[in-house]
T-cell receptor
Framework: AQSVTQLDSQVPVFEEAPVELRCNYSSSVSVYLFWYVQYPNQGLQLLLK??????LVKGINGFEAEFNKSQTSFHLRKPSVHISDTAEYFCAVSVYSSASKIIFGSGTRLSIRP | DGGITQSPKYLFRKEGQNVTLSCEQNLNHDAMYWYRQDPGQGLRLIYYSQIVNDFQKGDIAEGYSVSREKKESFPLTVTSAQKNPTAFYLC????????????FGPGTRLTVT
């Protein structure tokens, strides 16, 4: 069965600094990977997804993630964060199957300091 | 304007009462999901439905029930058997289960005292 681990529960960063949120997964078969963002008291919104092709995936709000098969990682990055990026970020994994489900990580809370 | 609606945003109930959370989507998606979110635990799947009149238990189905009589609607009932019902509940939908991205509603925060 697949699983996903987000190594950092909280990441504090100064405004305009770069940030990387880490995500590692485990699976014995090919995976599909997602990053979602959740602003306070709201639902989740898709930031980006990797299904196939280029390992560098660009998403909304200037975020990007790189799929690394050998390290089983899918880290999320942004070169310069803004106060509005304060939110919780969830990594998720799925495998190709009509009956499979998306498995979510436990989340990383990104807090931006002015 | 397509999307998922959940109502109400906040819900308060006394212990021992059943309560039903509403979830409606107009995205024409076949699959719908219910998740529970607790601080520091991410999202845990309660129930999901791949098609009308069919649903499957997720990882934490005990104390919950669902129905899927219409494609657009997937209500969740939190029964009195659920030992710790206070949580944030999220409904989602996708074209199908599997690799397709899920679209989420705004959530319902349930407080049981």
């Amino acid at each position: 069965a697949q699983s996903v681990t987000q190594l950092d529960s909280q990441v504090p960063v100064f405004e305009e600094a770069p940030v990387e949120l880490r995500c590692n997964y485990s699976s014995s078969v090919s995976v599909y990977l997602f990053w979602y963002v959740q602003y306070p008291n709201q639902g989740l919104q898709l930031l980006l997804k990797y299904l196939s092709g280029s390992t560098l995936v660009k998403g909304i709000n200037g975020f990007e993630a790189e799929f690394n098969k050998s390290q089983t990682s899918f880290h999320l990055r942004k070169p310069s964060v803004h106060i509005s990026d304060t939110a919780e970020y969830f990594c998720a994994v799925s495998v190709y199957s009509s009956a499979s489900k998306i498995i979510f990580g436990s989340g990383t809370r990104l807090s931006i300091r002015p | 304007d397509g999307g998922i609606t959940q109502s109400p945003k906040y819900l308060f109930r006394k212990e021992g009462q059943n309560v039903t959370l509403s979830c409606e989507q107009n995205l024409n998606h076949d699959a719908m999901y219910w998740y529970r979110q607790d601080p520091g635990q991410g999202l845990r799947l309660i129930y999901y439905s791949q098609i009308v009149n069919d649903f499957q238990k997720g990882d934490i189905a005990e104390g919950y029930s669902v129905s899927r009589e219409k494609k657009e609607s997937f209500p969740l009932t939190v029964t009195s058997a659920q030992k710790n019902p206070t949580a944030f509940y999220l409904c989602a939908s996708s074209i199908e289960t599997g690799i397709y991205e899920q679209y989420f509603g705004p959530g319902t925060r349930l407080t049981v005292t």
